[in-house]
């Protein structure tokens, strides 16, 4: 099977509901918390977090990510934005710049459970680097885990891991002090240009 990977626009609306909120739950991130100071963030409900995502593929150009499809069912999201567009990164104290190039961020992958273990998140990690190629990004950058020779939770891989970003073509350029699952988070960027 292979994945088609497209731009997050309003009218896969409900594809993306399908992907970050299966089941209705107070505590859907609708992965806003990078794009909202935590203040914002903590005072917005889940739905109104959805609705924000909502504005975002409406309005929004760039498309705020990119959703992965396999034969024709949605697999998995991608969120992917100029780093300037995430509020709590670009004040982040754990997650610091490394230069002043005006790099895309990868921040985070969901992929529904019967889509796991094939290859999904590796496609929209490759996708999400197009589609900031298209819109003129010289580099793009992630923020994933070291497993450092164990197995990551999956809940808490949705940074993604370092190996799969070597395997897409990202450089290590420096561990960070933010941790998933107790272990330590690298930026790792793709240069474009």
Known sequence: MSLEVRPATAELWDDI???LQP????????????????????RLTADERGEHLRGLM???????????????EVAGWCNV????????????????????LPVWSV???????????????SGLLEGAVEHARAHGAPAVEGYPVDPEGGRVNPTLAYVGTMDMF?????RR????EAKSDKRHRWVMRRDLV
Do not use: N
């Open 166 to 170: 070597e395997r897409a073509g990202f």
């Open 107 to 121: 921040t985070c992958f969901v992929v529904r459970k019967e889509f796991r273990g094939k290859g999904v998140a």
């Open 58 to 72: 409406e309005k929004a150009d760039p498309p705020p990510g990119v959703l992965g499809f396999m034969d024709g």
């Open 23 to 42: 089941k209705k739950s107070a505590h859907t991130c609708w992965c806003m918390a990078w794009r909202l100071s935590t203040g914002d963030y903590g």
């Open 81 to 100: 934005a100029p780093r300037r567009q995430l509020d709590r990164l670009t004040s982040s104290k754990t997650i610091t710049p490394v230069d002043d």
């Open 173 to 176: 350029v420096h561990r960070t």
């Open 17 to 19: 509901r399908q992907v």
